[in-house]
Antibody
Framework: EVKLLESGGGLVQPGGSMRLSCAAS????????MYWIRQPAGKAPEWLGF??????????EYNPSVKGRFTISRDNTQNMLYLQMNTLRAEDTATYYC?????WGQGVMVTVSS | DIVMTQTPSSQAVSAGEKVTMSCKSS????????????LAWYQQKPGQSPKLLIS???TRESGVPDRFIGSGSGTDFTLTISSVQAEDLAVYYC?????????FGSGTKLEIK
């Protein structure tokens, strides 16, 4: 059974940083592109970026809306995906999802507020 | 960026009825080399994460009921539910993966009368 479990969310002040983690299981992690997507309450999802699979050298692509502030990485020995978020703004408030293969995690809330 | 436009924003139907929803892209999602349309449909039920229903515009994922039908090519796509069930209450999103940044439509909310 494929499982994706995000963690690390919560409340952070504007200008602060936060790292989200995603624990993956049930599939061959290195075979898949892994994605981060966010969804503000009541709005459509927004793709943040992905990190390619082993065959494609684990390179990354980002949405220009977050490029330079957000960094995606993966630990293939632990089947973990990460999202490092810096210089956070109120508009970054959303539920953050990791996704891989055909599946999304259940999401984790990030609230940026003073 | 490729803009995805979904219509209607919401619709209410009775169980057993057929429903169609539209997704239009600002540029073609048909890749000429493989003749594939890089378009997916997701279903998001209340309080849940999105679930992939259809990829390549018309390929149902494993376990998705055959009442869900994706069609279209190029810039115009349709999701049809041939006989709506109560459990189909959800928001449906289209997504293009032809080019980065990947982009989603604003969704069609399906309500059951």
């Amino acid at each position: 059974e494929v499982k994706l479990l995000e963690s690390g969310g919560g409340l952070v002040q504007p200008g602060g940083s936060m790292r989200l983690s995603c624990a993956a299981s049930g599939f061959t992690f290195t075979d898949f592109y892994m994605y981060w997507i966010r969804q503000p309450a009541g709005k459509a999802p927004e793709w943040l970026g992905f990190i390619r699979n082993k065959a494609n050298g684990y390179t990354t692509e980002y949405n220009p809306s977050v490029k330079g502030r957000f960094t995606i990485s993966r630990d293939n020995t632990q089947n973990m995906l990460y999202l490092q978020m810096n210089t956070l703004r109120a508009e970054d408030t959303a539920t953050y999802y990791c996704a891989g293969g055909l599946y999304w995690g259940q999401g984790v809330m990030v609230t940026v507020s003073s | 960026d490729i803009v995805m436009t979904q219509t209607p924003s919401s619709q209410a139907v009775s169980a057993g009825e057929k429903v169609t929803m539209s997704c239009k892209s600002s540029q073609s999602l048909l890749y000429s080399e493989n003749k594939k349309n890089y378009l997916a449909w997701y279903q998001q039920k209340p309080g849940q994460s999105p679930k992939l229903l259809i990829s390549w515009a018309s390929t149902r994922e494993s376990g998705v009921p055959d009442r869900f039908i994706g069609s279209g090519s190029g810039t115009d796509f349709t999701l049809t539910i041939s006989s709506v069930q109560a459990e189909d209450l959800a928001v449906y999103y289209c997504e293009q993966y032809y080019d980065t940044p990947l982009t989603f439509g604003s969704g069609t909310k399906l309500e059951i009368k």
